[in-house]
């Protein structure tokens, strides 16, 4: 077993470092997650204008955030099954496809937010 001796404030820059990596990969090769950030950098700033209260900005914000989240998941998933076998097998397609139905699930509730906050500002 290996040890890590980086402990403390260490720790967590190197953590940083990582998730800034993990995020610019993304960005870099996942056309998927270059699209969304490009359809979230105009909903987040629009979340502070539909929103009224603190609570909704936050429900807006965050069902964007946790698209991305899911995106960055899903790409995990893929990047670790195609690393271990390019080979066609019916588990690797069913890991893909979940990846898949959760980044989905995550736009319906993009959907769902922003749908009932803007229907009740701006339609009842």
């Known amino acids: 077993m290996t040890v890590n001796n980086k402990q403390g404030i260490r720790r967590i820059i190197n ?3 990582y998730s800034m990596a ?4 993304a960005v870099k090769n996942e056309a998927a997650f270059r ?16 929103g009224k209260t603190a609570l909704e900005i936050a429900m807006l914000i965050g069902s964007c955030l946790i698209v991305m ?8 998933v893929e990047a670790a ?7 066609h097998h ?13 980044v989905l699930l995550s736009f319906l509730l993009v959907g769902i937010v922003w749908g009932l906050i803007i229907f009740d500002h701006f339609i009842m």
């Open 69 to 76: 989240i899911t995106e960055l998941l899903n790409s995990a």
């Open 15 to 17: 953590a940083a470092g």
């Open 35 to 50: 699209q969304e950030l490009v359809l979230f950098t105009i909903l987040i700033p629009l979340s502070f204008w539909i």
């Open 90 to 102: 019916i588990l690797s397609k069913q890991a893909k496809d979940m990846g898949s139905a959760a």
């Open 22 to 25: 993990g995020l610019i990969s």
């Open 81 to 87: 099954i195609d690393r271990i076998s390019d080979e």
